[in-house]
């Protein structure tokens, strides 16, 4: 079964660097999603990428794609204090199937 | 303003009894899902719906059952065939059926804890 794997598992930065989480996946799919969790609370949707797309941009993050390597990395620019979180690739196939996230903190 | 509301946002049950997670959205979405979440894991699929009055299982549907009799409304209950209940559940829809219609949108979950 296809599956989003995000990698790293935990990432620790200060404000103002950027954080690049990547998110791997095994059967083709239609699109990729990228979503935000604080803790204890529901998912929010941030961005979407379709197979056909190589990069997309959407304020500070930037999210890119390569279906040859079923990969896809997303990157959160000029990190702040309030982006702690995590966050979760979802591929899109028959099935949208969840990563197990990348807990980002974001230290002041 | 639209979204989706899970009720109760904290539950606790004892052994051996059922009960229901309540997801109410008034985005007129017509696909709704309901997935569990593990501490420090990603989300598993229970059940979802496409469509009123018909639903499907997902991966880890063993110990649960949902009804969809309104198109706004996907309760979830938990039976005490379940052997392992404790966890946060999330609720979502998409406005169309289909995995590959867009974005979900989630409630604010409920977490059950079984004493």
């Known amino acids: 079964s296809q599956q989003g794997e995000e990698d790293p598992q935990a990432l620790s930065i200060q404000e103002g660097e950027n954080a690049t989480m990547n998110c791997s996946y095994k059967t083709s799919i239609n699109n990729l999603q990228w979503y935000r969790q604080n803790s204890g609370r529901g998912l929010v949707h941030l961005i979407l990428i379709r197979s056909n797309e190589r990069e997309k941009h959407s304020g500070r993050l930037r999210v890119t794609l390569d279906t040859s390597k079923k990969s896809s990395s997303l990157l959160i620019t000029a990190s702040r204090a309030a982006d702690t979180a995590s966050y979760f690739c979802?591929?899109?196939?028959?099935?949208?199937?969840f990563g197990e996230g990348t807990q980002l903190t974001v230290n002041p | 303003d639209g979204g989706i509301t899970q009720s109760p946002k904290y539950l606790f049950r004892k052994e051996g009894q059922n009960v229901t997670l309540s997801c109410e959205q008034n985005?007129?979405?017509?696909?709704m899902y309901w997935y569990r979440q593990d501490p420090g894991q990603g989300l598993r699929l229970i059940y979802y719906s496409q469509i009123v009055n018909d639903f499907q299982k997902g991966d880890i549907a063993e110990g649960y059952s949902v009804s969809r009799e309104k198109k706004e409304s996907f309760p979830l209950t938990v039976t005490s065939a379940q052997k392992n209940p404790t966890a946060f559940y999330l609720c979502a829809s998409s406005f169309r059926a289909g995995f590959d219609s867009g974005e979900l949108f989630f409630g604010e979950g409920s977490r059950l804890t079984v004493l």
């Open positions: 985005l007129n979405h017509d696909a």
């Open positions: 979802a591929a899109v196939g028959s099935r949208l199937t």
